[in-house]
């Protein structure tokens, strides 16, 4: 016999069990974003493999061990998206949205790294991604740090995350660091390891953003870029958090936050918690006016941020009382010829008319007790009792599944009174 195909290592299901959730923290996102006037894009999950290339960097982590390359039959380097900032901007970049505009954009959907799976950490995982372009102020950089104290907020999520900020100031004024920070860490290299070993020649800001715990300690007294950003860099900076302080927003200064890829310059910032072990990142961003010309466009300005809805949902995993949708209101139970026929009729009658409210119908038979357990496995809070003997009356029985209270016996046109009044009374929410 055939073993069972199972899902490639890395890349897991979402059973309708876990769905409620999902679908729980896309719509506050929607609306949060909506309600600051952000557009959605959509964007193809594969790019050309040049494209990451030239954003990311040749000589990064996500390009050389994590990217999902391979040759179509054209013989084109094609790669499946690990991150979706240079896709977006190549869309934009394409269709001519970045000439004399300013955008407000944010997307959303699977991306994929070859990485070990762990906990919030997948092969192909979910990220919302929010860019801005054509805006070179400190406004919008606090913009995107508000909105997102806002989604935390309507999340119930605002005790459990924190805000972390840096600015890594222009490219000028990191090459001149730079050359300070390879001469320090030079003078230790018995301290580092392997990748920081690596990355002294590559990348050494990245360094600064080692998780090793061996390295505490030499990370810690190394020059602090901050020391070495010149008059504009730091007005930008201090310009956003005055407005943060404006709005009571507490954030710490972490000079040893360099983000991940080499793109960014001045802000950047990340939104930690210490609720998921070691996964402590759940949303991280900045500015990279740079990546604009990098990949061929003319000089502006740009700032991002993007947040792995795995690790959005562990957040959410541990509160309690969150107000998930039920997957059917009602479920509608017919038993004898008559009401069969008349059972259809009446449930597409109900959609017709309460178009908010989920009805589930039994369309496969069975005796009265079967059809009730099916109705309460459900988790509908209310079953419609359909005999021959109610459609002969022109009646329905109305039975509540979740709460101890007697079964009624009512009109159909009262009964679609009710359920209207049930539903604009919200009792589609647990």
Request: proline share 3%; hydrophobic share 40%.
């Amino acid at each position: 016999m055939a073993a069972n195909i199972q899902a490639i290592r890395g890349m897991h299901d979402v059973l309708p069990e876990q769905t409620p959730l999902w679908q729980y923290a896309e719509r506050i996102i929607r609306e949060v974003l909506s309600s600051y006037g952000y557009s959605e894009i959509r964007m193809p999950i594969l790019e050309k493999t040049e494209l990451f290339k030239r954003s990311i960097g040749e000589v990064t982590d996500i390009v050389e061990k994590e990217m999902y390359t391979f040759e179509d039959r054209n013989g084109d380097s094609l790669t499946l998206r690990p991150e979706g900032t240079a896709g977006c901007l190549r869309a934009c970049l394409e269709h001519g949205l970045l000439n004399q505009q300013a955008h407000r954009l944010w997307y959303y959907g699977p991306m994929y790294r070859h990485e070990r799976p762990q906990k919030g950490r997948y092969r192909q995982f979910v990220q919302l991604g929010v860019e801005t372009y054509g805006m070179a102020g400190p406004e919008i950089d606090a913009e995107l740090i508000l909105l997102m104290n806002r989604l935390w907020l309507k999340l119930g999520l605002r005790d459990k995350v924190k805000l972390q900020l840096n600015t890594l100031g222009t490219i000028a004024e990191r090459l001149a660091y730079r050359e300070v920070l390879v001469a320090y860490f030079q003078q230790h290299k018995q301290a580092l390891d392997e990748d920081s070993l690596r990355r002294l020649t590559t990348n050494p800001l990245r360094i600064l953003d080692t998780k090793n715990p061996d390295m505490k300690d030499v990370v810690a007294k190394a020059p602090a870029l901050m020391s070495y950003l010149g008059h504009e860099s730091l007005q930008h900076f201090k310009a956003i958090t005055a407005i943060l302080d404006g709005f009571g927003i507490v954030y710490e200064i972490n000079t040893r936050l360099v983000r991940g890829l080499d793109y960014y310059g001045l802000t950047v910032f990340e939104w930690v918690t210490g609720a998921l072990g070691s996964q402590g990142t759940v949303c991280a961003g900045g500015r990279y006016d740079n990546l604009i010309e990098q990949l061929g466009g003319k000089s502006n300005h740009a700032v991002g941020f993007a947040m792995g809805m795995e690790r959005l949902l562990a957040l959410l995993e541990t509160c309690e009382d969150i107000p998930l949708e039920k997957p059917v209101d009602a479920y509608l139970i017919r038993v004898g010829q008559s009401a069969e026929a008349e059972g259809l009729r009446l449930a597409e009658k109900i959609r017709d008319e309460i178009p908010k409210m989920k009805l589930q119908i039994a369309v496969d038979g069975g005796s009265f007790k079967s059809q009730f357990k099916k109705a309460d496995k459900s988790g509908a809070e209310f079953a419609i009792i359909l005999g021959d003997d109610e459609v002969a009356r022109g009646e329905v029985g109305l039975k509540w599944l979740r709460e101890d209270r007697p079964q009624e016996t009512m009109r159909q046109n009262d009964a679609l009174v009710f359920f209207r009044k049930q539903m604009t009374g919200n009792r589609t929410i647990c």
